[in-house]
């Protein structure tokens, strides 16, 4: 007994300074619990919906749903969207980026096309197919384009407006990453600007670039408010028929329709963003 | 603001800071092609953005010019009014603001010091918003707030999903502040001389990461100022959902284009703000 008390007494002062009770992750609750009720449990409840008739049994038949010719439209809109725009607004982007980053890091240029770049990308939404409406709209100053509201041109050129600034803000830091060195290296050793860009700097940027691409065409993907703001009698995309069905009850029979759609687009976003993140891992080798 | 500013760096790109092994020839083809590339692509921004002021300006003749359209982005009476959206819109930014750092930056820090294991968890989870856009989130979404509006809350109650939204980008420029510093060695030091968690956290690590904290809450805003998909679907009014319905209503109203237009203005303020306010820091220290 008296051994015990005195073994007790003997730990405890070494103990004292940190609470023993609490483990350390119990920190991270709030977190975990936040993420969970809002992240987590919306993304549970659509695949767990998506996959369920209206009755409560399971229901895996609503994901074939996927190949009906109809649901198939939308998604071959979103697609071809995606890709004129994350093409194009990839190449202009890099060439604009480049452009910035050739000149002085603290320059007014600079910081005007990035802080500029950082509207247009993030929070520019409806407000800029009103710019367009305003521009080339049945009304607009420049001229009335009459291709405006053609699918997919006329919202092509709107998402450009925002897909080449998005390009600028994650392909500078690739462009940034090229060191002079290798520059100097090569026009010491009589290589050309096109042997430069060729043989060093084409390759280097290649998986940077690749991945951006991908980032754009998943931003284009899942980009909603400006097409709708463009558009809202006619659904081209995937995201206008999500917006639809979620509105109005009436879809195709016994599935959860929106759920179905989302759990498509989740997929594919899915799977754009893992080869994102593993072309970022291969750019990141050289440029950093 | 493109072509604007193009005018200005021709004096700020000093040659001294080149390769002086770019031959001269070839430094001014660069310059032309820069040029060139600033003009395009500034005419390119610039002119929509032009036509929106524009039209903005525009008086109750055709071709006349007022300052009617701006005057009216506080007393516009609707359908619907706007004032309350934009109430509503700036205090969706400063809650969210104020959410995500109270979310992340104890647990961040936590997470540094205590826990390390739950780290990898933890970006996973703060990144994962990426992979599951605004489209995708609110369809699982709806259930939830449907739930939430039995207790007849305002729009405000946004902010729940608004956080999800700006947890990446709050994430990855806390993340880049709290590398920055040595957070073992300063928090054992305050710890070692008698300071509780909650000092060590608000008292000696916050002060030092204020341009990642900045930098997280720009963001944040930014992002909340322009959101349209989860309101809209959602049914909250918000600034761009009122837009969104005035331009429905009344089409070429100048009132849109007078609001958008200082919305993005605002926007484009605050983040150019914060690239002076980084360098002012940088400056400072080095």
């Known amino acids: 007994m008296a051994v015990v008390t005195a073994t007790e007494t003997g730990v405890r002062p070494s103990r004292a300074g940190r609470r023993p009770s609490i483990p350390g992750w119990v920190g991270t609750v709030p977190f975990l619990a936040y993420v969970g009720v809002f992240l987590l449990l919306p993304a549970g409840i659509v695949i767990v919906d998506a996959l369920k008739n209206s009755s409560g049994g399971w229901q895996f038949s609503a994901i074939t749903e996927l190949g009906n010719p109809l649901v198939r439209g939308y998604f071959i809109g979103s697609l071809k969207l995606c890709v004129i725009t994350s093409v194009s607004g990839a190449v202009f982007g890099a060439i604009l980026a480049y452009a910035v980053a050739s000149g002085n890091p603290d320059g007014v240029v600079r910081r005007m096309y990035l802080a500029g770049s950082g509207v247009l990308a993030q929070s520019g939404g409806i407000t800029l197919a009103f710019a367009f409406q305003a521009l080339l709209g049945p009304v607009g100053l420049l001229f009335h384009a009459s291709w405006f509201y053609d699918f997919p041109w006329g919202i092509s050129l709107i998402y450009a407006y925002f897909q080449i600034p998005l390009m600028v803000l994650v392909f500078m830091p690739a462009i940034d990453g090229l060191k002079v060195q290798w520059r100097e290296a090569s026009e010491n050793l009589g290589a050309s600007a096109w042997q430069y860009w060729r043989h060093v700097g084409g390759p280097l940027l290649a998986p940077a670039f690749l991945g951006s691409t991908l980032l754009l065409f998943a931003n284009g993907l899942s980009a909603f408010a400006t097409i709708e703001a463009w558009e809202s009698q006619v659904a081209y995309t995937v995201p206008q028929q999500i917006s639809i069905s979620l509105s109005s009850e009436v879809g195709l029979s016994n599935i959860n329709y929106a759920d179905v759609l989302a759990l498509g687009m989740m997929i594919m976003v899915v799977v754009i963003m893992t080869g994102y993140a593993l072309l970022q891992r291969r750019a990141s080798r050289w440029l950093r | ?286």
């Open chain 2, 1 to 286: 603001m493109a072509a604007i500013a193009s005018l200005g760096e021709s004096g700020l790109a000093t040659p001294a800071e080149r390769p002086r092994g770019m031959q001269v020839r070839r430094r001014r083809r660069l310059n032309v092609f820069r040029y060139l590339v600033f003009t395009v692509f500034g005419l390119f921004f610039l002119l929509p953005l032009l036509a929106t002021a524009r039209f903005s300006l525009e008086g109750n003749r055709l071709g006349s010019w007022s300052l009617a359209a701006w005057k009216e982005i506080a007393t516009y009476k609707g359908p619907p009014p706007l004032l309350p959206a934009i109430e509503i819109q700036l205090e969706l930014a400063v809650a969210t603001c104020v959410v995500v750092l109270v979310l992340l930056v104890p647990t961040m820090v936590w997470i540094r010091l205590r826990v390390q294991w739950i780290s990898r968890v933890f970006e996973f989870l703060c990144l994962l918003p990426l992979t599951i856009p605004a489209i995708i989130l609110v369809v699982g979404l709806a259930p939830i707030y449907n739930f939430i509006r039995h207790y007849q809350l305002s729009a405000l109650t946004l902010f729940f999903a608004y956080v999800i939204l700006a947890l990446p980008y709050a994430y990855r420029a806390l993340s880049a502040g709290l590398n920055a510093i040595d957070v073992t060695t300063i928090s054992e030091a305050a710890r070692s001389l008698g300071a509780s968690w909650f000092t060590v956290i608000a008292r000696v690590i916050v002060p030092n990461m204020g341009q990642a904290i900045l930098n997280a809450m720009v963001l944040a805003s930014a992002l909340v100022l322009g959101e349209f998909t989860v309101a809209y679907l959602l049914l909250y009014n918000n600034l761009p959902v009122e837009l969104f319905s005035i331009s429905r209503n009344t089409p070429n109203a100048s009132v849109i284009f007078s609001t958008s237009l200082a919305s993005l203005l605002f926007a484009f303020a605050l983040l150019l703000i914060l690239s002076y306010a980084g360098r002012r820091r940088h400056r400072g220290r080095g």
